[in-house]
T-cell receptor
Framework: QQQVKQSPQSLIVQKGGIPIINCAYE??????FPWYQQFPGKGPALLIA?????SEKKEGRFTISFNKSAKQFSLHIMDSQPGDSATYFCAASSPGAGSYQLTFGKGTKLSVIP | NAGVMQNPRHLVRRRGQEARLRCSPMKGHSHVYWYRQLPEEGLKFMVY????????ESGMPKERFSAEFPKEGPSILRIQQVVRGDSAAYFC???????????????FGPGTRLLVL
């Protein structure tokens, strides 16, 4: 049972466009939602994270929107650049039993074309 | 400013051999997580360790896989009698001690890519 569903699987945008990646979760115990960026052959790098008591968080060109009632959250990348071309993963965790294991979505491969 | 370190970066094993993957957490971090990533897939949690303790191994296969995080030295993920299906990228992540702000924030290493022939 996939607990975090991510869409789309792939996305192509023009430079300067605003790609939007969506995630939906099922487990209401989740209380921490990070986004990771991964380049080929590299490890995931933390981009931005949010908690359910906030509806939006912005860091630089990256914005998370969070809808607690719908159990959905999304990543927006403003003024996207070719260097943003990577795979993006949403994730979620809950502090159940003292373990903060992350449950990941399947990823979105973003291509930003010049 | 050393981040999470993993070695080896690439490992080739024949079926039936053992694979040992090492992870050194970020300085000051005492929590280590191991994840496995299959091609074109997201990461799947395997095990969570603190120094000398396994806290959560709910994602670890019951056979052939083991993990440790000794008092001194790196965390080790050990796969005995490897099979082709074990071929994947294995990532280690570390996080700060409990009671620090955002202790659930995890920082990932570059991964070990295991290929089983």
């Amino acid at each position: 049972q996939q607990q975090v569903k991510q869409s789309p699987q792939s996305l192509i945008v023009q430079k300067g466009g605003i790609p939007i990646i969506n995630c939906a979760y099922e487990n209401t115990a989740f209380d921490y939602f990070p986004w990771y960026q991964q380049f080929p052959g590299k490890g995931p790098a933390l981009l931005i994270a949010i908690r359910p008591d906030v509806s939006e968080k912005k860091e630089g060109r990256f914005t998370i929107s969070f809808n607690k009632s719908a159990k959905q959250f999304s990543l927006h990348i403003m003024d996207s650049q070719p260097g943003d071309s990577a795979t993006y993963f949403c994730a979620a965790s809950s502090p159940g039993a003292g373990s903060y294991q992350l449950t990941f979505g399947k990823g979105t491969k973003l291509s930003v074309i010049p | 400013n050393a981040g999470v370190m993993q070695n080896p970066r690439h490992l080739v094993r024949r079926r039936g051999q053992e694979a040992r993957l090492r992870c050194s957490p970020m300085k000051g971090h005492s929590h280590v997580y191991w994840y496995r990533q299959l091609p074109e897939e997201g990461l799947k949690f395997m095990v969570y360790l603190q120094k000398e303790n396994i806290i959560d191994e709910s994602g670890m296969p019951k056979e052939r896989f083991s993990a440790e995080f000794p008092k001194e030295g790196p965390s080790i993920l050990r796969i005995q009698q490897v099979v082709r299906g074990d071929s994947a990228a294995y990532f280690c992540a570390s996080s700060p001690p409990v009671r620090q702000v955002l202790q659930e924030t995890q920082y990932f290493g570059p991964g070990t890519r295991l290929l089983v022939l």
